[in-house]
Each structure stands twice: as C-alpha cells, then as structure tokens.
C-alpha cells in the first residue's frame, strides 16, 4: 500500500478527484481558516518569524494552522478570535481559555473550531488529501496527512 499523499486540485477540463481522496480546501471542514492574502496575513506573517511576501505568509497560514490544531482542538467556544500584529516572541498563544490568540494590534481574524487528533486520525487516516496548492509550496494538508498517519503512540503526530 502506498503512503498516503497530497494531490493538487485542478480546473482542467477532465481532471477528477482520485477515489477515496479527500477534499481539505475550502469551504470543507478541513480547510486552512487562516489567510494568505490581505491585511490580517500581512500582520501575522512576521509574528511566526515569516516574510509578508506571498511565499512567507503562505508559510505562516500553515504554521498558524498546525498551531491551532495543537494548541485549540475541540475548543468549547463555537469560534476563536486570532488578533495579529507584532509582538516579541512566538505567537502569544497566552489566554487559552477564552481561545483567543493575543498578538499585540492588528486585525482580528474569527475561525471555527479545530479538529481533534482523533478525528483527523479516524477520518484522513491512509487517504490522500487533495487541496489547491501548489505542491511544491507550503500547505495544510500536509500537516494533516502527518498527524493523520502517525503512529497512535505519537500524541500529535510528532514534530509537524
């Protein structure tokens, strides 16, 4: 059996979806809430220690969201407000129990709540995963095909 892989969706005309693949870009539950473009992604690119060009904020939306899936699965609260902007230190990830991300000024940005490891695991588990992206830049599926695919002794699917 092959490992599990991400495929690049297409507009071409014929192109179809592998059976049994996964659709992870939006608007499916598994999409990344994080943006690559616009204000919000300007400000929190260099929060993660990124370039606000497209490549490093596309970078930084695939950290944010690895980060969210960590730090914030099944969140209580139906929606968690992100404010980016510029601050010392690695995202400030500081008051986890309002589910708010502080990074001093900048916009505010409202996701959904995360998936947990165990539906990742029990629901992407062996399944390719098919997004818009490039496949050769950063993307979220690939943080999911990792935490999917791990082995079950590793908590969060080890360093992602």
């Not at 892989?5 to 179809?16: D, E, F, K, N, V």
């Not at 902007?85 to 309002?98: H, V």
């Not at 629901?123 to 079950?152: F, I, S, T």
């Amino acid at each position: 059996m092959s490992m599990p892989r991400r495929i690049q969706r297409l507009r071409t005309p014929g192109w179809r979806m592998p059976p049994g693949a996964v659709y992870v870009g939006r608007p499916s539950r598994w999409s990344n809430p994080f943006p690559i473009r616009g204000d919000w992604a300007v400000w929190a690119a260099p929060c993660v220690g990124c370039r606000a060009d497209e490549a490093g904020r596309r970078e930084a939306a695939v950290r944010h969201y690895r980060d969210w899936l960590r730090i914030f699965p099944g969140a209580d609260d139906a929606d968690l407000h992100y404010r980016a902007g510029l601050m010392a230190e690695r995202p400030g990830w500081k008051n986890r129990d309002s589910g708010e991300l502080h990074i001093i000024c900048g916009d505010i940005l409202t996701v959904p709540r995360a998936p947990t490891i165990e539906v990742i695991r029990a629901e992407l588990r062996g399944r390719d995963l098919v997004c818009w992206c490039p496949l050769d830049q950063p993307c979220h599926a690939d943080v999911l095909l990792k935490l999917a695919n791990a082995p079950p002794s590793l908590p969060f699917g080890g360093t992602v």
